[in-house]
């Protein structure tokens, strides 16, 4: 009797042990004092983050800090390898007063001279576009890229938060989407899949939805010859660049600070100026598209 009550206790707590997240996370703060988040990323995270102070500043925020670290095109692998070998590959932006700075210039930045910087609240995490839709490339990578987060971020807590790119222009011909069989339904198909997988697997509660955003936006009158780049994947700089910062306020904005886009009056200036019609359905789509990905 007593060795089959111990031998229950061991299943149970054995199954107990396989319920809880191998990836510990944790929540988005809630009305910090100052907000930190850092994007470990590529050119698309730069993309999505460039007018990001500009829409803080016209809300009135003053306590958000932003840094910006990518190498163009790096994926999960190549950031967790620089990591390893002391690479000094990084861009690295930040942005303290609602306006980037360049820290550090492409071929001057190491992983930790991001990473280091601040103790993050939130780190934003995302594959290289060609292969955002295929699996096989975020795992282990994902994984290692997460414990090396872990290990080095002075904020224990600091919340993982995954970026959802988007899928290429339907015009775009780089052997790149051949990945996809030149098909942007089914690229896009492919990035959800992975992004779900990951959610479960990596223990990612908040996504930011830009792609889903985007692939939205590509069904309005808005949409462009390029399906809102300006060259088949990056963000074109005045529809592409606005919709996906409108996107990343209203993912970790609204939930830790309490205000949403809605309503935003930043518009942008020049040549890359939004009109209020265009600037509403942004706003509109971006957050529809974050009560989509809850």
């Not at 896009?188 to 692939?215: H, T």
């Amino acid at each position: 009797m007593k060795k089959t009550l111990i031998s229950a206790i061991a299943m149970l707590a054995t199954l107990l042990a396989w319920a809880q997240p191998k990836y510990e996370n944790y929540p988005l703060p809630e009305n910090p004092d100052t907000l930190r988040i850092l994007a470990i990323g590529n050119s698309f995270s730069d993309d999505a983050t460039q007018y990001l102070p500009d829409l803080l500043e016209a809300a009135g925020i003053h306590n958000v800090i932003i840094g910006r670290l990518y190498i163009g095109g790096c994926t999960l692998e190549r950031h967790c390898k620089e990591y390893e070998t002391n690479g000094h590959e990084y861009v690295y932006l930040k942005s303290t007063k609602n306006k980037w700075e360049t820290i550090k210039k492409y071929k001057e930045g190491h992983f930790m001279d991001g990473l280091g910087d601040e103790p993050w609240d939130i780190i934003t995490m995302q594959q290289g576009s060609p292969k955002s839709g295929r699996w096989d490339s975020y795992d282990p990578w994902l994984g290692n890229l997460i414990e090396i987060v872990r290990k080095e971020c002075s904020n224990p807590r600091a919340a993982i938060v995954w970026h959802q790119t988007w899928a290429y222009s339907h015009t775009y011909t780089n052997r790149n989407f051949a990945n996809y069989a030149y098909d942007q339904q089914y690229m896009f198909d492919s990035i959800q899949l992975c992004v779900d997988k990951a959610r479960g697997q990596y223990n990612i509660p908040v996504v930011i939805p830009s792609g889903p955003a985007v692939q939205m936006l590509r069904g309005t009158w808005l949409n462009t010859e390029k399906d809102l780049t300006r060259d088949g994947f990056h963000m074109s700089y005045r529809e592409g660049r606005y919709a996906t910062a409108c996107v990343w306020f209203e993912a970790l904005i609204k939930p830790t600070l309490g205000i949403s886009v809605k309503g935003n009056a930043f518009r942008n200036s020049g040549e890359n100026e939004v009109n209020d019609k265009e600037a509403k359905l942004m706003q509109k789509i971006a957050i529809k598209a974050v009560k989509q990905a809850k």
